[in-house]
Protein backbone atom coordinates (compact mmCIF):
# COMPACT_ATOMS: atom_id res chain seq x y z
CA UNK A 1 0.00 0.00 0.00
CA UNK A 2 3.44 2.60 -0.07
CA UNK A 3 1.80 3.44 -3.64
CA UNK A 4 -1.48 4.78 -2.29
CA UNK A 5 -0.63 8.15 -2.74
CA UNK A 6 -0.36 8.19 -5.94
CA UNK A 7 -3.90 6.60 -6.71
CA UNK A 8 -6.61 9.27 -8.32
CA UNK A 9 -8.96 10.01 -6.00
CA UNK A 10 -12.04 8.01 -7.74
CA UNK A 11 -9.55 5.08 -7.01
CA UNK A 12 -9.11 6.14 -3.51
CA UNK A 13 -13.04 6.32 -3.54
CA UNK A 14 -13.19 2.74 -4.99
CA UNK A 15 -10.76 1.60 -2.10
CA UNK A 16 -12.80 2.97 0.94
CA UNK A 17 -16.00 2.03 -0.51
CA UNK A 18 -14.11 -1.70 -0.91
CA UNK A 19 -12.96 -2.03 2.82
CA UNK A 20 -16.05 -0.14 4.28
CA UNK A 21 -14.53 3.14 5.35
CA UNK A 22 -16.89 5.50 6.01
CA UNK A 23 -15.99 9.37 6.05
CA UNK A 24 -14.04 9.70 3.17
CA UNK A 25 -16.50 11.92 0.43
CA UNK A 26 -15.66 15.59 1.66
CA UNK A 27 -12.14 15.40 2.37
CA UNK A 28 -9.07 15.91 0.11
CA UNK A 29 -7.12 13.20 -1.92
CA UNK A 30 -4.34 13.65 1.09
CA UNK A 31 -6.54 13.01 3.87
CA UNK A 32 -8.56 10.30 2.08
CA UNK A 33 -5.08 8.33 1.04
CA UNK A 34 -4.34 9.11 5.74
CA UNK A 35 -7.71 7.26 6.88
CA UNK A 36 -7.12 4.31 4.23
CA UNK A 37 -4.05 3.79 4.67
CA UNK A 38 -4.04 3.53 8.59
CA UNK A 39 -7.69 1.92 8.55
CA UNK A 40 -6.11 -0.83 6.27
CA UNK A 41 -2.42 -0.91 8.33
CA UNK A 42 -4.48 -1.59 11.79
CA UNK A 43 -6.69 -4.18 9.66
CA UNK A 44 -3.73 -6.03 8.24
CA UNK A 45 -2.05 -5.53 12.26
CA UNK A 46 0.91 -4.37 10.50
CA UNK A 47 1.36 -1.51 12.96
CA UNK A 48 -0.39 -1.02 16.26
CA UNK A 49 -1.49 2.65 16.81
CA UNK A 50 0.98 4.39 18.61
CA UNK A 51 -1.97 6.11 21.12
CA UNK A 52 -5.07 4.72 22.25
CA UNK A 53 -7.90 5.67 19.93
CA UNK A 54 -11.40 6.91 20.64
CA UNK A 55 -14.65 7.59 18.48
CA UNK A 56 -17.06 9.67 20.19
CA UNK A 57 -21.07 10.76 18.62
CA UNK A 58 -22.64 13.95 20.04
CA UNK A 59 -18.80 15.55 20.27
CA UNK A 60 -20.20 19.08 19.94
CA UNK A 61 -18.18 21.26 19.97
CA UNK A 62 -15.39 19.86 21.62
CA UNK A 63 -14.32 20.08 24.43
CA UNK A 64 -14.62 16.21 25.84
CA UNK A 65 -12.18 15.36 22.06
CA UNK A 66 -10.15 18.33 23.27
CA UNK A 67 -9.50 16.80 26.79
CA UNK A 68 -9.11 12.88 25.56
CA UNK A 69 -6.65 14.17 22.77
CA UNK A 70 -4.28 16.24 25.77
CA UNK A 71 -4.30 12.99 27.98
CA UNK A 72 -2.98 11.34 24.47
CA UNK A 73 -5.50 9.65 22.74
CA UNK A 74 -6.00 9.99 18.78
CA UNK A 75 -9.68 10.62 17.25
CA UNK A 76 -10.22 7.76 14.68
CA UNK A 77 -13.89 9.85 14.52
CA UNK A 78 -15.32 12.78 15.61
CA UNK A 79 -19.17 13.27 15.10
CA UNK A 80 -21.62 15.83 15.37
CA UNK A 81 -24.84 16.78 13.61
CA UNK A 82 -24.90 20.46 13.24
CA UNK A 83 -22.68 22.16 10.96
CA UNK A 84 -21.13 24.71 13.11
CA UNK A 85 -20.17 21.72 16.09
CA UNK A 86 -18.31 20.45 12.68
CA UNK A 87 -16.55 22.91 11.54
CA UNK A 88 -14.82 24.19 14.63
CA UNK A 89 -13.87 20.18 15.25
CA UNK A 90 -12.45 20.17 11.75
CA UNK A 91 -10.66 23.32 12.41
CA UNK A 92 -9.35 22.08 15.11
CA UNK A 93 -8.52 18.96 14.12
CA UNK A 94 -7.66 19.05 10.58
CA UNK A 95 -6.41 15.31 10.72
CA UNK A 96 -9.23 13.80 12.52
CA UNK A 97 -12.06 11.93 10.52
CA UNK A 98 -15.28 14.59 11.01
CA UNK A 99 -18.48 12.93 10.18
CA UNK A 100 -21.42 15.50 10.16
CA UNK A 101 -24.96 14.05 10.23
CA UNK A 102 -26.74 12.10 12.94
CA UNK A 103 -25.05 9.24 14.94
CA UNK A 104 -27.82 6.95 13.98
CA UNK A 105 -26.75 6.99 10.15
CA UNK A 106 -23.49 6.17 10.78
CA UNK A 107 -21.95 2.56 9.93
CA UNK A 108 -19.49 1.61 12.20
CA UNK A 109 -18.93 -1.50 10.87
CA UNK A 110 -15.50 -0.71 9.97
CA UNK A 111 -15.09 -0.20 13.77
CA UNK A 112 -15.60 -3.23 14.79
CA UNK A 113 -12.60 -4.24 17.58
CA UNK A 114 -10.81 -1.92 16.76
CA UNK A 115 -11.64 1.16 19.21
CA UNK A 116 -9.99 1.42 22.67
CA UNK A 117 -13.05 4.28 23.88
CA UNK A 118 -16.15 4.70 22.45
CA UNK A 119 -17.40 8.29 24.36
CA UNK A 120 -20.63 10.85 23.39
CA UNK A 121 -22.47 13.73 25.10
CA UNK A 122 -26.08 11.71 23.82
CA UNK A 123 -28.60 14.87 24.57
CA UNK A 124 -30.73 14.05 27.53
CA UNK A 125 -33.88 15.13 25.78
CA UNK A 126 -33.26 11.29 24.12
CA UNK A 127 -34.28 9.47 27.44
CA UNK A 128 -37.64 8.33 26.84
CA UNK A 129 -38.83 5.21 28.27
CA UNK A 130 -40.33 3.83 25.36
CA UNK A 131 -36.76 4.06 23.54
CA UNK A 132 -35.11 2.30 26.05
CA UNK A 133 -37.71 -0.86 26.12
CA UNK A 134 -38.03 -0.88 22.41
CA UNK A 135 -34.99 -3.62 23.17
CA UNK A 136 -31.64 -3.27 21.76
CA UNK A 137 -32.36 -4.70 18.21
CA UNK A 138 -34.89 -1.78 17.50
CA UNK A 139 -32.96 0.49 14.92
CA UNK A 140 -35.58 3.64 15.73
CA UNK A 141 -35.01 3.41 19.71
CA UNK A 142 -33.57 6.52 21.03
CA UNK A 143 -30.00 8.07 20.86
CA UNK A 144 -29.21 6.17 23.94
CA UNK A 145 -30.26 3.02 22.56
CA UNK A 146 -28.52 4.26 19.49
CA UNK A 147 -25.36 4.55 21.86
CA UNK A 148 -25.93 0.94 23.13
CA UNK A 149 -26.15 -0.28 19.66
CA UNK A 150 -22.81 1.02 18.89
CA UNK A 151 -21.07 -0.52 21.80
CA UNK A 152 -22.71 -3.82 21.26
CA UNK A 153 -21.59 -3.53 17.40
CA UNK A 154 -18.19 -2.61 17.94
CA UNK A 155 -17.18 -3.52 21.12
CA UNK A 156 -14.83 -1.18 22.35
CA UNK A 157 -12.89 -1.43 25.53
CA UNK A 158 -14.04 1.24 27.03
CA UNK A 159 -17.37 3.45 26.61
CA UNK A 160 -17.97 6.73 28.38
CA UNK A 161 -21.24 8.61 28.05
CA UNK A 162 -21.68 12.19 29.25
CA UNK A 163 -24.72 13.46 30.88
CA UNK A 164 -26.60 16.01 32.90
CA UNK A 165 -26.94 15.09 36.71
CA UNK A 166 -30.75 15.09 36.15
CA UNK A 167 -30.31 11.91 34.49
CA UNK A 168 -29.76 10.64 37.81
CA UNK A 169 -33.37 11.64 39.32
CA UNK A 170 -35.38 11.67 35.97
CA UNK A 171 -38.27 9.29 36.37
CA UNK A 172 -37.90 8.64 40.33
CA UNK A 173 -34.08 7.18 39.24
CA UNK A 174 -35.81 4.73 36.64
CA UNK A 175 -34.12 6.14 33.79
CA UNK A 176 -30.79 5.45 34.75
CA UNK A 177 -31.22 1.97 36.20
CA UNK A 178 -32.93 1.04 32.43
CA UNK A 179 -29.63 2.54 30.89
CA UNK A 180 -27.44 0.40 33.02
CA UNK A 181 -29.23 -2.76 33.06
CA UNK A 182 -29.76 -2.42 29.13
CA UNK A 183 -25.64 -2.04 28.85
CA UNK A 184 -24.98 -4.39 31.16
CA UNK A 185 -27.15 -6.67 28.89
CA UNK A 186 -24.95 -8.61 26.74
CA UNK A 187 -22.59 -9.33 29.34
CA UNK A 188 -20.05 -8.14 28.19
CA UNK A 189 -19.34 -5.15 30.52
CA UNK A 190 -18.99 -3.71 33.53
CA UNK A 191 -20.52 -0.57 33.98
CA UNK A 192 -20.65 2.37 36.55
CA UNK A 193 -21.28 5.54 37.18
CA UNK A 194 -20.34 8.80 39.27
CA UNK A 195 -21.50 12.69 39.09
CA UNK A 196 -18.37 14.90 39.19
CA UNK A 197 -18.19 18.41 40.07
CA UNK A 198 -15.84 20.03 37.50
CA UNK A 199 -14.86 22.77 40.56
CA UNK A 200 -13.08 19.80 42.08
CA UNK A 201 -11.19 18.72 39.13
CA UNK A 202 -8.85 21.78 38.00
CA UNK A 203 -11.74 23.99 36.66
CA UNK A 204 -13.19 26.75 37.86
CA UNK A 205 -17.09 26.73 37.84
CA UNK A 206 -19.01 24.09 40.10
CA UNK A 207 -20.44 22.12 36.92
CA UNK A 208 -22.01 18.66 37.89
CA UNK A 209 -22.01 15.91 35.24
CA UNK A 210 -22.81 11.90 34.89
CA UNK A 211 -20.20 9.65 33.53
CA UNK A 212 -20.76 6.47 32.91
CA UNK A 213 -18.33 4.17 32.69
CA UNK A 214 -17.87 0.62 30.84
CA UNK A 215 -15.46 -1.66 30.74
CA UNK A 216 -15.20 -4.92 29.34
CA UNK A 217 -14.71 -7.74 31.09
CA UNK A 218 -12.00 -9.56 29.50
CA UNK A 219 -9.77 -7.00 30.10
CA UNK A 220 -10.41 -8.02 33.92
CA UNK A 221 -9.91 -4.31 35.05
CA UNK A 222 -11.22 -1.88 37.89
CA UNK A 223 -11.98 1.49 36.33
CA UNK A 224 -11.24 4.04 39.04
CA UNK A 225 -12.63 7.83 38.26
CA UNK A 226 -9.98 10.77 38.54
CA UNK A 227 -9.50 11.55 42.35
CA UNK A 228 -10.30 15.28 43.38
CA UNK A 229 -7.83 18.07 43.03
CA UNK A 230 -6.61 19.60 46.77
CA UNK A 231 -6.73 23.12 45.31
CA UNK A 232 -10.00 24.81 43.84
CA UNK A 233 -9.36 27.19 40.72
CA UNK A 234 -11.67 30.04 41.34
CA UNK A 235 -12.44 32.78 38.54
CA UNK A 236 -9.26 34.94 39.40
CA UNK A 237 -7.15 32.48 38.57
CA UNK A 238 -8.30 32.54 34.76
CA UNK A 239 -9.72 35.98 34.01
CA UNK A 240 -6.74 37.64 33.35
CA UNK A 241 -5.08 38.48 30.13
CA UNK A 242 -8.50 36.99 28.09
CA UNK A 243 -7.72 37.64 24.78
CA UNK A 244 -10.50 40.41 22.59
CA UNK A 245 -13.36 38.20 21.88
CA UNK A 246 -17.19 39.36 20.92
CA UNK A 247 -19.49 39.04 23.96
CA UNK A 248 -23.53 39.62 24.22
CA UNK A 249 -24.85 43.12 25.75
CA UNK A 250 -27.34 44.11 28.34
CA UNK A 251 -29.71 46.77 27.93
CA UNK A 252 -28.79 50.29 29.84
CA UNK A 253 -31.48 49.21 32.55
CA UNK A 254 -29.65 45.61 33.30
CA UNK A 255 -26.35 47.46 33.43
CA UNK A 256 -27.86 49.71 35.81
CA UNK A 257 -29.37 47.37 38.23
CA UNK A 258 -26.02 45.12 38.21
CA UNK A 259 -24.31 48.20 39.59
CA UNK A 260 -26.31 47.22 42.84
CA UNK A 261 -25.15 43.78 42.60
CA UNK A 262 -21.68 42.94 44.92
CA UNK A 263 -19.59 40.44 43.30
CA UNK A 264 -21.48 36.54 44.38
CA UNK A 265 -24.36 38.49 45.40
CA UNK A 266 -27.48 38.63 43.14
CA UNK A 267 -31.45 40.08 42.82
CA UNK A 268 -31.53 39.88 46.85
CA UNK A 269 -29.00 42.81 47.12
CA UNK A 270 -31.07 44.83 45.41
CA UNK A 271 -33.83 47.74 47.21
CA UNK A 272 -37.20 45.71 47.48
CA UNK A 273 -39.47 47.71 45.21
CA UNK A 274 -36.72 46.78 42.67
CA UNK A 275 -36.62 43.02 43.38
CA UNK A 276 -40.51 43.61 43.26
CA UNK A 277 -40.27 44.95 39.98
CA UNK A 278 -37.50 43.03 38.37
CA UNK A 279 -38.91 39.40 39.61
CA UNK A 280 -42.39 40.35 39.18
CA UNK A 281 -44.76 37.62 40.19
CA UNK A 282 -42.10 35.04 41.04
CA UNK A 283 -41.25 37.70 43.78
CA UNK A 284 -43.55 35.34 45.84
CA UNK A 285 -42.39 31.96 44.10
CA UNK A 286 -40.16 29.68 46.61
CA UNK A 287 -36.00 28.86 46.37
CA UNK A 288 -33.40 30.58 46.27
CA UNK A 289 -33.71 31.53 42.54
CA UNK A 290 -29.62 32.93 43.19
CA UNK A 291 -29.09 32.80 39.25
CA UNK A 292 -31.39 35.50 38.69
CA UNK A 293 -29.21 38.77 38.20
CA UNK A 294 -26.33 36.47 39.54
CA UNK A 295 -22.78 38.11 39.83
CA UNK A 296 -19.85 36.12 39.69
CA UNK A 297 -17.02 36.27 41.72
CA UNK A 298 -13.21 36.52 41.22
CA UNK A 299 -12.93 34.66 44.14
CA UNK A 300 -14.97 31.54 43.48
CA UNK A 301 -15.22 29.34 40.77
CA UNK A 302 -18.01 30.37 38.47
CA UNK A 303 -21.83 29.11 38.34
CA UNK A 304 -22.44 26.13 35.55
CA UNK A 305 -22.09 28.16 32.14
CA UNK A 306 -24.94 27.68 30.02
CA UNK A 307 -26.08 27.53 26.39
CA UNK A 308 -26.91 31.65 26.39
CA UNK A 309 -24.42 34.01 28.36
CA UNK A 310 -27.63 36.24 29.62
CA UNK A 311 -31.02 35.15 30.30
CA UNK A 312 -33.55 36.77 33.20
CA UNK A 313 -33.47 32.89 35.43
CA UNK A 314 -29.62 32.29 34.48
CA UNK A 315 -27.42 35.31 34.82
CA UNK A 316 -23.77 34.98 34.79
CA UNK A 317 -22.50 38.56 34.95
CA UNK A 318 -18.63 39.25 35.02
CA UNK A 319 -17.26 40.03 38.27
CA UNK A 320 -16.64 43.47 37.98
CA UNK A 321 -18.16 44.76 34.93
CA UNK A 322 -21.48 45.51 34.25
CA UNK A 323 -21.70 42.63 31.35
CA UNK A 324 -21.91 39.06 30.22
CA UNK A 325 -19.07 37.28 29.74
CA UNK A 326 -17.42 37.74 26.16
CA UNK A 327 -17.09 34.35 24.39
CA UNK A 328 -13.02 33.84 25.13
CA UNK A 329 -13.82 34.34 28.85
CA UNK A 330 -16.38 31.55 28.55
CA UNK A 331 -13.77 29.17 27.28
CA UNK A 332 -11.57 29.98 29.53
CA UNK A 333 -13.64 29.27 32.41
CA UNK A 334 -14.48 25.66 30.68
CA UNK A 335 -10.39 25.08 30.34
CA UNK A 336 -10.60 25.70 26.65
CA UNK A 337 -7.10 26.80 25.08
CA UNK A 338 -6.92 30.77 23.96
CA UNK A 339 -5.90 29.13 20.50
CA UNK A 340 -9.22 26.72 20.19
CA UNK A 341 -11.00 27.86 17.72
CA UNK A 342 -15.27 28.07 17.56
CA UNK A 343 -17.18 28.32 14.45
CA UNK A 344 -20.23 29.71 13.68
CA UNK A 345 -22.50 33.03 14.88
CA UNK A 346 -21.75 34.18 17.94
CA UNK A 347 -24.92 32.44 19.89
CA UNK A 348 -23.43 29.72 18.00
CA UNK A 349 -20.27 29.74 19.30
CA UNK A 350 -21.77 30.06 23.56
CA UNK A 351 -23.86 27.25 22.91
CA UNK A 352 -20.96 24.82 21.53
CA UNK A 353 -18.78 26.38 24.51
CA UNK A 354 -21.83 26.09 26.98
CA UNK A 355 -22.58 22.62 26.07
CA UNK A 356 -18.68 20.93 26.47
CA UNK A 357 -17.41 19.02 29.01
CA UNK A 358 -14.52 21.27 30.63
CA UNK A 359 -11.34 20.25 28.79
CA UNK A 360 -9.35 19.91 31.87
CA UNK A 361 -12.14 17.41 33.74
CA UNK A 362 -11.93 15.75 29.71
CA UNK A 363 -8.35 15.37 30.24
CA UNK A 364 -8.14 14.01 33.32
CA UNK A 365 -11.23 11.46 32.51
CA UNK A 366 -8.67 10.25 29.65
CA UNK A 367 -6.29 9.87 31.93
CA UNK A 368 -8.26 7.40 34.19
CA UNK A 369 -9.20 5.61 31.23
CA UNK A 370 -5.26 5.30 29.59
CA UNK A 371 -4.63 3.94 33.48
CA UNK A 372 -6.64 1.05 32.61
CA UNK A 373 -5.87 0.29 28.86
CA UNK A 374 -1.81 0.53 29.39
C1 LIG B 1 -23.96 18.12 25.17
S1 LIG B 1 -23.46 18.37 23.53
C2 LIG B 1 -21.93 17.51 23.51
C3 LIG B 1 -20.81 18.32 24.03
C4 LIG B 1 -19.47 17.63 23.95
N1 LIG B 1 -19.43 16.44 24.75
C5 LIG B 1 -18.33 18.55 24.34
O1 LIG B 1 -17.62 18.23 25.29
O2 LIG B 1 -18.13 19.59 23.69
C6 LIG B 1 -24.51 17.30 22.65
C7 LIG B 1 -24.32 17.36 21.13
O3 LIG B 1 -25.10 16.33 20.53
C8 LIG B 1 -25.38 16.76 19.22
N2 LIG B 1 -26.43 15.87 18.68
C9 LIG B 1 -27.75 15.83 18.97
N3 LIG B 1 -28.36 14.84 18.31
C10 LIG B 1 -27.42 14.23 17.55
C11 LIG B 1 -27.42 13.14 16.64
N4 LIG B 1 -28.55 12.47 16.36
N5 LIG B 1 -26.26 12.78 16.07
C12 LIG B 1 -25.12 13.45 16.32
N6 LIG B 1 -25.05 14.50 17.17
C13 LIG B 1 -26.19 14.88 17.79
C14 LIG B 1 -25.76 18.21 19.38
O4 LIG B 1 -25.60 18.93 18.18
C15 LIG B 1 -24.76 18.65 20.47
O5 LIG B 1 -23.65 19.29 19.89
Redo the contacts with the bound molecule.
Keep these: MSDINKLTKTALFDLCEKHGITGYKYKNKTEIAALLQSALQQHNGESAPLTPTFV??????????AGLIKSGFTPLLL????KD?CKTLKTNHPEANVVC????DIDFAPYIGKIDLLT????CQ?FSQAGLRKGLDDPRGD?MMKFIDIVNLTKPKVFMV?NVKGLLTHNGGDTIKTIIQTMEQSGDYVVQYKCLDASKYGVPQKRERVFIVGVLKTLDKVYQYPTEQPLTKVLRDVLTDVPPSNGAKYSADKIELFKLIPPGGCWVNLPENLQRQYLGNSFHSGGGKRGILHRLSMDKPALTLLCTPSQKQTERCHPVEERPLTIREYARIQSFDDNYVFVGSMNSQYK?IG???PVEL?RLMGESIKNLLW
Excluded at 56 to 65: F, I, K, Q, T
Excluded at 79 to 82: A, I, R, Y
Excluded at 101 to 104: E, K, N, Q, Y
Aim: with cysteine; net charge negative.
Design positions: EVCAGGGGLSNDNNCGSMAGGVPSLEQNAVA
